[in-house]
């Protein structure tokens, strides 16, 4: 295995959906940027992962996320050959938010080209291992097929999903006792729509439950939805994993294994049992099965879910967090809450991405400090890439000041986001 010595101002410990914006956000301001993903290519659950709709760029009175996010998105449907979609015309269900899909192809070459045009170093297949300070430096250790790679930098942004560097650093980080069930993503087609009668599938559907022939979870939201709405779907984003926990390789691999084996159960009943299935094939699979919640950073501060709900004003402000609560559960399926008026607008406080005790890291995405209800519904793509662009913006702040990021103004933050695009906040 051969040594490699780098050194960059930022590394970015993770480049899926927050960790992409944060690398092109601070490789745009000029400080050198690295990112270390040990996936195969940008934007993580939202490409890799299958999960290819962003939620959610506007609310009901207009943008809430923009930015680089915003800026990909569009790019990525002009290449595409598709009009950026109205977002005054929302999709026909309950919903004071936008819904937006991407190509994911496409979308993951975007992004790569535009971080290779920020002059973001990328390494693929590394994970970090290993994380030191050593005077006012990282020293962050990745290994890769043949390659260890000893990283030296000023700051971190820990984009990770599962708080992998906050927890090798010892700094403490947060775990519910039952988080929100994983998912396999997969897509059915072929599936003959004009066939299917509603309610003789759900009969077809509560008898195979019955016998066993399915389990709970298969199908994720019986709670919300009749089983058409799985047919209708082609099975995307519709089977739970429970206790799905893949902040380590053994997790990751019994995830992956429990999401094919329910994604094989389900299909050949489909197949099988259902009329206007005969047909039907298994187009797509995501390469693995993701968690929803794993383990978040014990913050400076900590979003409670009345934050939330009741969009909590906070001076240190950094992004908007537009969604509604979105609770995954084994017990029910799935729960949503929406926001009890359409003017509350949620907020990010910096403090809630700086690890309690902590200096020159920074988090965003998935490992906000945030209680479990807060984070059912600040854990949405927009407001994971808002976080990466404003923690980008902190750390090239705190690189070009030769400070730490924790001493950046929330107010300077958001300066310099808003002229990359973002909504001021
Ligand atoms: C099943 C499911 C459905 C969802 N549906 C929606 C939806 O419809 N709309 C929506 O807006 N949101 C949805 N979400 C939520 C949203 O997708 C996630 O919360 C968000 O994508 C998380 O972003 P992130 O940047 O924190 O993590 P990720 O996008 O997962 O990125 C983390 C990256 O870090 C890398 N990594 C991890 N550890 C290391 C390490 N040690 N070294 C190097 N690299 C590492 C990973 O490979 C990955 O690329 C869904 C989530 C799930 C799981």
């Known amino acids: ?42 934007g993580g659950t939202m490409t890799a992962g299958g999960v290819y709709m962003p939620n959610h760029f506007f609310n009901t009175k207009g943008a809430v996320v923009q930015g680089i996010p915003w800026e990909l998105y569009a790019k990525s449907k002009q290449i595409e050959g598709l009009p950026v979609p109205d977002h005054r015309k929302r999709r026909p269900m309950e919903t004071p938010g936008y819904y937006s899909y991407i190509n994911v192809p496409i979308y993951a070459a975007l ?18 291992a290993e994380i030191q300070a050593v005077g006012d430096w990282w020293e962050i250790i990745s290994f890769g097929r043949g390659v260890k790679r000893v990283t030296k930098a000023k700051e971190i942004i820990d984009c990770s999903g599962d708080s992998d560097a906050v927890r090798i650093l010892g700094l403490k980080v947060l775990k519910s006792k039952v988080s ?98 005969e047909r039907a094939t298994l187009k797509m699979m995501a390469p693995y099965a993701l968690a929803r919640e794993t383990y978040h950073t014990l913050g400076e501060y900590m979003i409670e879910g009345e934050d939330f709900l009741k969009a909590t004003d906070f001076e240190d402000k950094v992004c908007n967090a537009f969604n509604y609560i979105d609770m ?11 926001l009890e008026s359409e003017d509350l607008l949620p907020k990010v406080p910096f403090r ?8 020159r890291i920074t988090v965003a995405g998935r490992n906000v400090s945030a209680s479990r209800v807060a984070f059912a519904g600040i854990r949405a793509q927009c407001t994971c890439m808002a976080m990466g662009q404003a923690m980008g913006a902190a750390a090239a702040l705190a690189v070009q000041r030769g400070v730490a990021s924790r001493e950046i103004d929330s107010r300077d933050i958001v300066a310099v986001t808003v002229e990359h695009g973002a909504v001021p906040v």
């Open 111 to 128: 992004a790569e080209e535009e971080a290779l045009k920020a002059d973001v170093v990328l390494h693929y297949h590394e994970f970090i």
């Open 1 to 42: 295995m051969k040594t490699i010595n780098e050194t960059v101002d930022v590394v970015i410990a993770g480049g899926g959906t927050a960790g992409h914006i944060a690398a092109i956000q601070a490789g745009r301001l000029g400080v050198k940027t690295s990112v270390i993903e040990a996936g195969t290519m940008l």
């Open 352 to 359: 809630a991405l700086i690890p309690k005790d902590s200096r």
């Open 328 to 338: 995954h559960s084994q017990e029910t399926g799935c729960e949503v809450q929406f």
């Open 180 to 277: 929100q069930p994983g998912t396999l993503q997969y897509k059915i087609e072929g599936i003959e729509h004009e066939q299917i009668w509603k309610e003789e599938v759900q009969k077809i559907y509560e008898e195979a439950m019955e016998s066993g022939i399915l389990q709970k979870g298969d199908w994720a939201y019986p709670n919300l939805e009749p089983f058409q709405y799985y047919l209708a779907h082609g099975g995307h984003n519709a089977t739970h994993i429970y206790d799905a926990d893949t902040s380590d390789a053994d997790g990751q691999t019994r995830a992956n294994i429990e999401g094919k084996e329910r994604m094989l159960r389900i299909f050949k009943f489909v197949r099988e049992s259902i009329p206007g299935c």
